[in-house]
């Protein structure tokens, strides 16, 4: 039965809400997320308060769901949820399904590809990928047969190999020299031309995509790679990718620019990163 108390912020008797009916919770990074339904009967709600089971954690929103954060990875939690208004807080629900929030950062091997001795390839190509990330990361170790003159990566979303579809921008040290630049019109990303098989050189880079679900917006991509020529010179590129396209991203292709092709000791690998937004 609803309980009446005066509103001193209506100055007039208002019910105190009853309690909603629980939902599922959603296990997220370091978080969770807590449905419900709204109670029918009662005092108007002005507010939603969760709260979590152990540690009284406690998220507060106007509607379902709600978001409870500061949850410890790896802990099994439940929630309640109540309603709040001017003339006070209603009772809890009663406690929702057990979830365990993983690591906010938590990373998921997708798949990994490495190139053998015979043959060489142009293309590191990931089809498939599955939907269920925030975001994704992208490892590269390479070797190249390109020439002394400079070898880079394209990066081709869902098969997407028109230039005009994409735009890069960077920056890069040289030694003691940088330089920043960009192109409107190109995937072109990384710096590979130390990276050479003859001279058995190495390239590396750290390729993230953010937010690859979300189709509401085009997808951008961030890029540290590097390479040293064995003590002869080096070089080290900060570098952004905005892919002109709002659609998921299926798959990804990494490839040569020029003719050249990825070599033996090639490992590229794909990870998904587990976060809650």
Known sequence: MAINRTSKARGKIIDVPTAPTIGAA????????????????????????????PGSITATG????????????????????????????????????AVTPFLDTAFE??????????????????????????????????????????TYGKLVINSDSTNSNYAQHYMTGYGTGVIANG???DGAFGDWTGALAIANNYGVLILDILDYTNTNKNKVCRILSGYDDNGNSGAVRLQSILWKN???????????WDIANFTQYTHAALYGVKRAS
Request: net charge positive.
């Open 26 to 53: 959603t296990a997220g990074g370091e978080s969770a997320s807590v449905a419900f339904t709204a109670p029918t009967v009662g005092g108007p709600v002005f507010s939603y308060t969760a709260l979590s089971n």
């Open 62 to 97: 106007t509607s379902s769901p709600i978001t409870v954060s500061g949850l410890t990875a790896g802990t099994s939690y439940t929630f309640s949820v109540r309603g709040n208004n001017p003339s006070g807080n209603g009772q809890y629900s009663s406690s929702s399904n």
């Open 109 to 150: 091997s997708i798949a990994t590809v490495t190139v053998g001795a015979s043959p060489s390839v142009s293309t590191l190509q990931f089809s498939s990928i599955p939907q269920t990330y925030a975001h994704l990361q992208f490892r590269l170790f390479m070797r190249s047969n390109g020439g002394s003159g400079g």
């Open 183 to 185: 192109n409107a019109t």
């Open 246 to 256: 709002a659609s998921a991203i299926t798959s990804i292709g990494i490839q040569q």
